[in-house]
C-alpha cells in the first residue's frame, strides 16, 4: 500500500506528461503482483467499491477526535480524506508487517457493508498519513491524480517496450489483477489473446496532409472521404454482445444505448465516426458533447441528441478477419454487407466516397465541406491493408483552411511544468459593439495556449509582465492591447462564455505586434459562422 | 508568594514587554533594549538600541543587518544567568536554528519561559531543544493543528533522492528558507550520503558561509549562476522559495520543483504553490511535539501565540491546564 500511496502522491504533484509516465513505469517495474495489477485497475477505473462511503469515513474520525479538533483542521486542510488521513492517530502500534493493496481489496470484495468500518479502521491504524490518504480516495471512489487510461496503458507500453496498440488490442479480454499481462509485458511470458469477439482492435490513423505534400501523389491510387468532426468508434457486435469504444480503446456503449440496442442481431466490427444526427443533417460537434462524459442518459437527452454511427470501414464480418484485404476489396464488403444487415438507418449509415478526378477539384469540393458539418477530406489508398496505428504513406486527412479571428489577450496564466514559469495560457475576447459599429466591450472568446515558438512565448511572457494591471493568484489580468490571429476549427454556442460562443482548438496563429486592439473582430463576425 | 506572570510580562503592540527589566523579547518595533531570540526577521528587528542573544544570533543579525542590528549587542552563553535590572535572564537552546534560543525569566521567584521559535527533534546544525520547568511557558503555535506531524527528515531527504535517481536528466530544484532551513537541508542531504557539489541561489550563500565559519560541515557549495546547464542536470539547487516560481529558475534544465516546508503537509498548499516535489521539513514543533512539551515542561499556565493558538490552547485546557491566546502582532506564517 505504501508503494501505490507514494505512486499516487508523486502523480498528483506531477503536472507534466512525461513525469506521470515515468512515475508509472517505475511503479510496475518495481512493484510484486498481484499489487501491481490493483493498482492498475484502480487507475484505470476498474476497481470500484460500493459498501465504503465518506461518511463513513468521517464517522470513524468522529468516534476518535476531539470535534473542535477535528473542525479547526478540516477548516484549515479543506478536504475530508486528507484532513483524516492527516489527524488520524493510530492506536494500535508495532504492526510491523506492511499492508499490502492486494490485501485490502481482497478484503474488501468479501466483507459485507457492516462489516467494513471495522476493517477500515484497523487500516487506518496500519498506514502512515500519505497511506491513509491513498486508502480514503481509493474507497471512496474518488483518485482524480489525472491519469487517464490511455496514459496507465501508454506507461506499460513504455515499460514493456511493445506498441500501445496492442496492449489496447489484448485489455478488453483482460481482468484485475492482471497476471497475463505483467507475464508478458515483465518477464517476457506469452501475448495474451485477444478476447476473440468482444475485444477492441487498434484504429488506422491519418497522417495530416501538408499542402506541399499532394502534388506528389497520384490521384488514381486515393479514394476520398469526407472527415466527419464527430469522434471516432469502433463498434464490435457479435452473438450476446456488442461493445463501443473510442479510438485508444476506451469503452463508451453505456453512455450510448441507442447505438448497442440498434446494433443487436449484428455480427460485424466496423470503424466509423459518432456523430449526432437528425436525418441527413449532422448536428454540430457542441450537440454530440452533450451526449459524452456522461454516466446515465435519460430518454429527453436521448431524443433530443439521438447519435448515429457513420460507417467507413469494415474490420471483422462474422468471424472472418477482413483487415489485411485492401481499402477496395473493404470497401466492397462493407457495401454488401450493409445490403444485407440493413442495420436501422437511422443509426447506422455508409460515409459515401467523393468522386474526383483531379486534386484541383478534389480542393474545391473540400473548400465546400464545412455546408455538410465536415471538416474537410480523407484520402485512403485504395490498396492499403488496415493497419494498427499511424503507418505511413496510406491514409491522410486533408482539412479545411482554418478559420481565424484577430482577438485581445485579456488574461494570461502560468503554464505548468516546463512552462511553469512562463504566463503561456491566455486568454482573448473580441468586441461587442453598439449600434454605431463602435467596440464597447471585451468578452472572452476562448483560451489558447499553443500555436507559438519558444521565442514567441518569452516575448509574450515579457508582455504580460509590462501589461499587467491585477493579478489574481497565477492569473494576471492585462491591458486590453495585443491582438493575436487565432487558428480555429470551429464556433458554436456555448453558455462558458460571457460572449455566448466557444472556439473549437483554438491556437495562436499570428501575433498582430502591428494592429491596434479596437480593430481586433466583433462578437457579431464570429456569431455570423455559428453553424 | 511569587507575583502573578501578568502584572509583570505584558503583550504590548510593540511587543512582550518585561516591566520590571525595562526590556522587551523579540520586539515588533525598535525598542532600547531587547531579547532576542533567534535570527529570522520577523523576531530579530533593526534599530534596536541594547541587544541580548546568543554568540550565533549575534553573528546572524550582524550578517543580516549590518549596523541595523543593534547598537551593543551582548552575547550569552546557553546556561549564562545575566541580571537586568533584578530580573534573571537565562537562554537556553530552542532547537530551531543556530543560535536560537529560548528566554527563561525569573523576577521574585516567578519562572516564565518565552519559547521563541523551536522544535523537538535533532537538527545536525544547531543545539538541541532543553525542556525548561517553569510557572508560564509561552509557545509558539506555527503548527498547532492535529494535522501538522512532521515524518521523519530521513525520509524526507530520501525521497528527494530517489527522485533524483528517477529523474536524472532534470535538476532538482529546492525552496528553502534562507536561515536555518538551506543549511539543515544541505547537512541532511551530507549525512544521506550526497556528496557531490550542492547548487546554490545567490541569496543562500553568505548565510551558509557563516554556518560554515561557526563550524557547520555544508561540503562544497557553489553558485548556481556559474554552472553551465549541463552540469545541472542531476544535480540539486537550493533556492529561495521565491525563486522557483521565478524567472531565475529558467537557467536550470527542466528542473523538478521541490519545497521544504512544515505547511508542504497539506497537500493544497503545496499544489498551490505549483510545488512538485513537497518535502514536509520543518523548523517549528509539529503537533505532538507541541503537545509533549506542555508535558515536559509542566507550566501551570500556558499562553499561547504564533500561529492557531485556538487549538493548542483547547488542548491544554483538555489536559487541565490553565491556557489563553496571546494576540502578539508581526509574526508571520514562515516558511520555516
Ligand atoms: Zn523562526
Ligand atoms: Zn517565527
Redesign the interface.
Known sequence: MNRFAHLLDALVFAPARNTKLRLLSDYFATTPDPDRGWALAALTGNLGFTNAKPAMVRGLAAERLDPLLFDLSYDFVGDLAETVALIWEPQTRGHNEPLHLAAIVEALQGAGRAEVPRLFETWLDRLDAQGRWALIKLVTGGLRVGVSARLAKTALAEWGKVPVEQIEEVWHGLAPPYPELFAWLGEGGPVPAPDTMAAYRSAMLAHPLEESEIAALEPSDFRAEWKWDGIRVQLVAGPGIVRLFTRTGEEIGATFPDILEAAAGLHVVVDGELLVRFGAEVAPFNDLQQRLNRKTVDRRLLEKFPAAVRIYDILFEGTEDLRSLSFDERRARLETWYARATPPPDRFDLSPLVTFASWAELAEVRAGSAALGSEGIMLKRRSSPYLAGRPKGHWYKWKRDPDTVDAVMMYAQRGHGKRSSFFSDFTFGCWLEDLEGQATELVPVGKAYFGFTDAELAELDKWVRHHTVQRFGPVAQVEPKLVCELAFDSVSRSTRHKSGLALRFPRIARIRWDKPANEADRVATLVARVK | MAPKPESWIKPLPQGLFVEPGGFFVDPVRAADRAVVTHGHGDHARPGNGAVLATAGTIAIMRSRLGEGAGKSLQAAAYGERIDINGVGVTLHPAGHVLGSAQVLLEWQGSRVVVSGDYKRRPDPTCALFEPIPCDVFITEATFA?????H?PDEEEIG?LLH?VA??PERCHVVGVYALGKAQRVIALLRRAGWDKPLWLHGALMELCQLYQSLGVDLGELRHATEAKKEELAGSIVLAPPGAL???W??RLP?P??AMASGWM????R???R?????LVISDHADWDELCQTLEDVNAGEVWVTHG?E??LV??AA?KGRKARALSLVGFEDDEA
Open positions: 493543528l492535529p494535522v501538522f506531524r515524518p525521497r527522485s528517477l529523474f516560481a521565478d524567472r529558475s529558467r527542466d523538478v520543483s503537509r497539506v497537500r493544497q503545496a499544489k498551490q505549483g510545488v512538485e516535489l513537497p492557531r485556538e487549538a483547547h488542548h483538555l
